[in-house]
Structure formats: structure tokens, C-alpha cells
């Protein structure tokens, strides 16, 4: 009994190895150049939103996230907001670090977590507020019909380019954005495992 279970189960794992049909065959090709690959990951099928209309959409979505967000704006929305964020966050990490800072003691403490407590009260509260004005004036257009990431100035230079060379600065920003993403993420990391200078 034994020895004919063994061999049943060979057979049917023997199975799974042998060759398909023709029609079986052509049937997985057709159904394989029906669909469009991904840029980003080529072994992947491409998300159906990411069609390449927004600027810097490379069809990089491996756990398809866009499949069940109903407005791919308010995702572009977050991704320049969190991306011009990390822009600035690196680069005033960095020029900390190097001893490029505002003129007080205060300003002196160059550990990127303790910074945050040396400037005081004030300090955190001006911050806090600016943040708060910026995010209270452009909270409506986040869900709206306008170009993601266009707060309302600071756009005059874009407003000159001609579509394409909009197009060729907006990607430039998503990929600038994303890289400081990146950045910021393992100076976070690098400083809470080790504790050492960005600079050092």
C-alpha cells in the first residue's frame, strides 16, 4: 500500500514538469502580449492607472496600490508633498552637520533628534504653524482637478516652459523627491543604529 501511494504521488509530481500543449502554449503567449509589461519591473504586468500620464510614472507599483486608490491625484499629492519635505529635511540635515546654521545657541546641535528639543518651544511652534498655513491653503486642492504639487507660487518659471519641457522639470522633481525619500530614510536609520555624523 505504501509503496503504490509513493509511486502515485512520483507520478503526479512528474506530471506538473511535462511539457504543454501547442494550444496551451499559444494561448499563454497571446495572453502574455495582451498585457503590458512594467518599466520599472519588467517581470510584472503594469498597473492599469499607471498608464505613463503623470509625469515620473515609471509603472512601479509591485503591491498594487493604485488598484484600490479611486484618484491617482491625491496619491501624486502626497508623493511631491512628502518628497519636497525629504528635499529639504536632508539638505538642512547636511548643512547642520557641515555648520551652516542660524546664529544662536540654540541653533548649534547638530544630532538630527536632538536638534528638534534645542530649539524650544518657539522655535518648534513657528515651524508647526508654517507647516499648518501651507497644508490649511492647499487642503481642497488635493482632491480637485489641478496639477498635483502646485500650491499656488512659486510656479512662474513652469508657467514659461512649453508641455514638454514642463513635463521633462516635473519628473525631475518626482525623481529628485523620491531619491531624498531614500535619504532621508537611511539618515534616519544610519543615526538611530549608530549614532554617527551624516558628514563623518
Known amino acids: 500500500m505504501m509503496k503504490s501511494t509513493v509511486i502515485a504521488l ?9 511539457p504543454a ?7 499563454g503567449v497571446v495572453s502574455l502580449h495582451a498585457e503590458e509589461m512594467s518599466k520599472s519591473i519588467p517581470f510584472l504586468v503594469r498597473p492599469e492607472k499607471l498608464d505613463g500620464s503623470l509625469p515620473g510614472d515609471m509603472g512601479f507599483d509591485p503591491m498594487r496600490l493604485s488598484d484600490i486608490q479611486a484618484d491617482l491625484n ?30 544662536g545657541d540654540q541653533f548649534t546641535n547638530t544630532d538630527i533628534f536632538g536638534a528638534i528639543g534645542s530649539v524650544g518651544f518657539a522655535g518648534n511652534i513657528q515651524v508647526l504653524l508654517g507647516i499648518g498655513i501651507v497644508e490649511g491653503t492647499n487642503f481642497a486642492k488635493h482632491y480637485g482637478e489641478g496639477t498635483p504639487g502646485d500650491i499656488g507660487w ?3 518659471v513652469l508657467y514659461k ?38 558628514l563623518g
Request: aromatic share 6%; net charge positive.
Open 161 to 198: 516652459l512649453t508641455p514638454d519641457q514642463q513635463k521633462v522639470r516635473q519628473e525631475q522633481e518626482i525623481v529628485h523627491g523620491r531619491l531624498a525619500m531614500i535619504a532621508f530614510t537611511g539618515a534616519l536609520v544610519q543615526t538611530l543604529l549608530y549614532g554617527n555624523p551624516l
Open 21 to 27: 500543449s501547442q494550444s496551451a502554449q499559444r494561448a
Open 10 to 18: 512520483l507520478i503526479a509530481s512528474a506530471s506538473a514538469f511535462a
Open 74 to 103: 491625491y496619491a501624486r499629492w502626497a508623493e511631491i508633498k512628502h518628497g519636497r519635505i525629504c528635499m529639504l529635511a536632508i539638505c538642512g540635515m547636511v548643512a547642520q552637520q557641515a555648520g551652516l546654521h542660524l546664529p
Open 154 to 156: 512659486g510656479n512662474e
